[in-house]
């Protein structure tokens, strides 16, 4: 029998907080019922092996959860019936895995499975291996359930590592450069102001629209001359900050309307705007500060993109493996 190398079987339980989810059956059924009913059938059949629509809703559960949260009505089934269709792919898949390691003949100590549940039991129970025992219980699930979820988990672990060796891809450089070309943005900090605002009514549609305009000309001329941004938005601002001296505090983009924004961001610090005239009212804006808007340099954003590349690749080798996986069993879903 071959051994599956420790340095590629122990790897991190991917599924642990599902590992250690309640099992409720009550749950499996599209909607709350008043009574509630145990549901279970074959969701699938992968080259004999069966998947169970309780193990389809436990998988999807607590994305439903969120899903009941954000949904309700049509929008909501189509949310669930997507959810619990990915769940039965990864489930198909895991299957698929598990089956491939079985038929190579592998095998996995089991120690490798005491190892992890000392190590969950250290972690999550804080040493305590009876309250951990009273979890699964009150879960209904009993000790040898979780320690076949374990290996299985490892396993599927196991080998996804191994038909993907990060250490042996290379990223050409032209593509590193390409991709900080293309996505300059993710390397580039938020852009932050801190805003100072006086709006003035203009009026237009009373008699009033030209006091108005004078008014807001001599605004900008007691600014022009020296006094207080604050003190005067306090006196003549119509604006919700007026009580705060027309402090907006540190905003970032998209939180002025598209003509403020474009010339706030554009404003050196320190400098009061002209009159704008937008929406029916007057602004002067003043700029006190700015933050980030950097970008990083490639040579700085080198390593993080040729990680995600390789990523990216790795990817792509596990999703040809599992195709190939798939195009050679009989898989039927019900």
Known sequence: MKRINRLFAVALLAVCGLALSPL???AFAAEPQATPQIVDGIAAVVNGDIITLSQV???????????????????????????????????IDRRLVIQAFKKEKYEIPDHFVEERMHEIIRENFGGDRNTFIKTLEAQEYTLGEFKQKEMESIIVQAMRGKNVKKENMVVP???????????????????????????????ADTANAAAQR??????????????DFAQVAQTYSADS????????????RKTLAAPLEKIA????????????????NYYILKV?????????????????????L??????????RWLAGLRAKAYIRTC
Request: proline share 4%; aromatic share 6%; glycine share 8%.
């Open 24 to 26: 409720c059956c009550a």
């Open 57 to 91: 809703r436990e998988l999807s559960a607590p994305r439903e959860k969120v899903l009941r949260s954000q949904y309700t009505g049509a929008e909501l089934e189509k949310q669930l019936k997507a959810t619990r269709e990915l769940a039965l792919k990864d489930l």
């Open 173 to 203: 450089p032209p593509k590193i450069e390409e991709y900080y070309k293309q996505h300059r943005n993710e390397f580039t900090s938020k852009e932050r102001i801190k805003l100072r605002l006086i709006m003035v009514p203009s009026r």
């Open 214 to 227: 004078a008014l807001a000309e001599e605004v900008l001329g007691q600014l022009a001359g020296g006094a």
């Open 241 to 252: 900050s007026r009580d705060l001296g027309g402090d907006w505090g540190w905003i970032e």
């Open 265 to 280: 961001f554009n404003m050196p610090v320190g400098r009061i705007s002209n009159i704008i005239e937008y929406g029916g």
């Open 288 to 308: 006190e500060a700015r933050e980030g808007g950097v970008t990083r340099s490639l040579a700085e954003a080198r390593p993080d993109i040729e990680k995600k």
């Open 310 to 319: 390789i990523q990216e690749q790795a990817h792509d080798i596990q999703e």
